[in-house]
């Protein structure tokens, strides 16, 4: 089974940053497959935030982080990572990797003064 873990969350004063990492174990050929960062507000839908492709590479953002938050990979680590600068109140989530359907334990992410 897919399995992926998120950590890096915390609580940061708007304008912070935090780096968010995940480790992405049963998952052959990991550099093959495009992963995604997504997000959730408690009682609102999951708002998708940004997608690393796998093969040849390159990346998509919501309009909501773009030019804000930096996705990477490290293939030979199994690992994706979101870089997320200039937060603000409203990128308040639990964010979590996923891999097509698939979504680990997310990580809580709290900007507020």
């Known amino acids: 089974d897919v399995q992926l873990q998120a950590s890096g969350g915390g609580l940061v004063q708007p304008g912070g940053s935090l780096r968010l990492s995940c480790v992405v174990s049963?998952?052959?050929?990991?550099?093959?497959?495009?992963m995604s960062w997504v997000r959730q507000v408690p009682g609102k839908e999951i708002e998708w935030v940004s997608t690393a492709y796998g093969g040849s590479g390159g990346a998509a953002y919501a309009d909501s982080v773009t030019g804000r938050f930096t996705i990477s990979r490290d293939n030979a680590k199994n690992a994706l990572y979101l870089q997320m600068n200039d937060l603000k109140s409203e990128d308040t989530a639990v964010y979590y990797c996923t891999y097509g359907p698939v979504r680990g334990q997310g990580t809580q992410v709290t900007v507020s003064s």
């Open positions: 049963g998952l052959e050929e990991f550099s093959e497959y495009g």
